[in-house]
């Protein structure tokens, strides 16, 4: 007969798994309805049910969700390419810029007579370039992206009165070029559809690829992601490049929007974007910025400004309640970091 020591008996894998903590483990788990990570989508359904209770006639309207969806497309593809100079670690304030003085380029040359097809690619051509100068600057001249590209801005505010001479473009837009704006399509804007493409472009890239695997070690430390043998330069270069091309994209899709081009289009978007996007970055994938968080976080405000209006809140409810969600947004998300 055989007997087993203390320390043999209490390793045994005979002996009765333990049940008490797995089973409160479990439960736990059972109750836990995601807040960490959905809470926006439940703040989102909650504004939709206090306006239907409260403006009904208004609110709760075919017309009123497709002016939602369709006007938000905008702000949601500027704050798409927000997110990759983001999960770098540098920032671009000079996306809006970019967006507002391609309107003025794209508006332009059509007004010249050039044909659509070359304007647009000029366009795109030209925001890639400005995101060229913004990453040399920022790369190799070791200049802070808050810095460089702010002045960038700045410089492309003055582009965009001179292009436009200080007046508003409305001559020169074709009916094919309008159309890629305006045309619905399954009863919806077609913006809104090149904003689900570009967000699942972006989705796919930065979830499933090496790359954005790259983009957010470099933006989570920059260091050690050169240690590891990433090129945390031409990460960093090749981030703000693509913000600024999708940015010059979206002033594009703007001009077939409106049909005009204001010198002063592109600032007002700005403040959103940014909010979208830090908004989003305590949503889904919390703690960091991501592409379905950021679309939850657009449509969030998007519905609450909207409701707040239809309900006869005064025309600055709009900055107020973007400004308000930027703080909060700034605020949460540093309180997940230092939770994570």
Do not use: H
Not at 265 to 291: C, D
């Amino acid at each position: 007969m055989t007997t087993q020591s203390p320390e043999e008996t209490a390793t045994s894998p005979k002996g009765p798994p333990p049940t008490g903590g797995n089973q409160a483990g479990r439960g736990r788990r059972k109750i836990n309805l995601g807040l960490d990570r959905f809470s926006g989508i439940y703040v989102w359904v909650a504004i939709i049910v206090l306006f239907a209770i409260w403006i009904p006639d208004t609110f709760m309207t075919e017309g009123n969700f497709r002016i939602i969806a369709g006007d938000q497309a905008i702000t949601a593809m500027l704050a798409i390419g927000l997110i990759v100079p983001l999960a770098a670690g540098v920032f671009d304030l000079s996306i809006a810029g970019v967006m507002g003085f391609s309107v003025a380029m794209v508006s332009y040359q059509l007004s010249k007579g050039i044909s659509a097809p070359i304007a647009i690619i000029t366009t795109l051509l030209c925001g890639a370039l400005i995101g060229a100068v913004n990453g040399f600057v920022v790369v190799k001249l070791n200049v802070d992206s808050f810095i460089a590209t702010l002045g960038m801005s700045s410089i492309l505010l003055a582009g965009t009165y001179w292009v436009t001479d200080g007046k508003q473009i409305t001559e020169g837009f074709t009916d094919g070029f309008l159309d890629l704006g305006s045309k619905p399509f399954l009863g919806l804007p077609l913006p809104f559809f090149y904003m689900i493409a570009v967000a699942a472009v972006m989705y796919v890239i930065l979830e499933k690829t090496p790359l954005g695997r790259y983009l957010y070690a470099t933006g989570g430390n920059r260091q050690a992601a050169r240690l590891a043998g990433l090129r945390v330069e031409r990460i960093m270069f090749g981030a703000l490049v693509t913000s600024a091309t999708v940015a010059a994209l979206t002033g594009v899709i703007l001009a077939a929007k409106l049909g005009t081009a204001a010198p002063d289009i592109g600032p007002s978007y700005l403040l959103p974007a940014f909010s979208a996007v830090f908004l989003g970055s305590t949503q889904i994938r919390a703690g960091r910025v991501n592409v379905l968080g950021t679309l939850i976080a657009i449509y969030l405000l998007a519905t609450g400004v909207k409701g707040l209006q239809l309900a006869g809140a005064p025309s600055y409810v709009n900055d107020l309640f973007n400004g308000l969600a930027l703080i909060v947004a700034v605020a949460l998300a540093a309180r997940t970091a230092r939770r994570a």
